[in-house]
Nanobody
Framework: QVQLVESGGGLAQTGDSLKISCTISGAISSDYAMSWFRQAPGKEREFVASIGASGGFTYYANSVKGRFTISRDNTKNTVYLQLNRLEPEDSAVYYC?????????????????WGQGTQVTVSS
């Protein structure tokens, strides 16, 4: 059974940096594309970033491009999201997702497995 567990969220101030992690178990991580989504209160879950199974392809939402960086270490079965220059609008629960295959797109329906989420709160 594939399981995803996020960690590393917390409180930050505008302009700060955070790094969140997602560890996959029950599967070989290099068989899966990985992504991050986020959901703020009262809003729909939205795509943030994705990375191909081998780590050679990344894709970002325009709202985070240039500020966030997705990466992965398949030897540790872990994917990371470095969040820089945080803004209050980045406050949300961040979810890790996995899709079997080389890559997947930004649609929610394209991802097969989801973690429970980690809260990121940015104060002004």
């Amino acid at each position: 059974q594939v399981q995803l567990v996020e960690s590393g969220g917390g409180l930050a101030q505008t302009g700060d940096s955070l790094k969140i992690s997602c560890t996959i178990s029950g599967a070989i991580s290099s068989d899966y594309a990985m992504s991050w989504f986020r959901q703020a209160p009262g809003k729909e879950r939205e795509f943030v970033a994705s990375i191909g199974a081998s780590g050679g392809f990344t894709y970002y939402a325009n709202s985070v491009k240039g500020r966030f960086t997705i990466s992965r270490d398949n030897t540790k079965n872990t994917v990371y999201l470095q969040l820089n220059r945080l803004e209050p609008e980045d406050s949300a629960v961040y979810y890790c997702a996995a899709a079997r295959g080389v890559a997947a797109g930004p649609g929610l329906w394209e991802w097969d497995y989801w973690g429970q989420g980690t809260q990121v709160t940015v104060s002004s």
